[in-house]
């Protein structure tokens, strides 16, 4: 399945604290994520963007809520990272 473009745009954009630049293009992207996230993380963010409900993609992944909050925790650390922000950025190189 393809992330949609504007939602992984907007998502960055709320998740990442210091932007190094402005983001490459989507399919760059979901390049640098899939490569940078784990299966779950990955999964977990893609139900994110196109609006599954939390209880199902909870249940699809076979996670407890406890275990689906450090998911996301742990995305959004990833995310911020310099060498993770440096391959999704464009004049950060």
């Known amino acids: 399945m393809k992330i949609p473009s504007e939602a992984l745009i ?3 954009e709320a998740v990442i604290q210091k932007p190094l630049g402005s983001f490459r293009p989507a399919g760059e992207l979901e390049m640098v994520l899939r490569r940078r996230l784990t299966k779950k993380e990955f999964k977990l963010l893609l ?6 409900p939390a209880e199902e993609l909870a249940a699809r ?3 407890d809520e406890q275990r ?5 925790d742990r995305i959004r650390h990833k995310l911020n990272q310099d ?8 004049g950060a190189e």
């Not at 060498?83 to 464009?90: F, N, P, S, V």
């Open 47 to 52: 139900g994110r963007l196109t609006g599954e």
């Open 68 to 72: 689906l909050t450090e998911l996301q």
């Open 83 to 90: 060498r993770i922000k440096r391959e999704l950025c464009k």
């Open 10 to 12: 907007e998502y960055l």
């Open 61 to 63: 992944l076979k996670l």
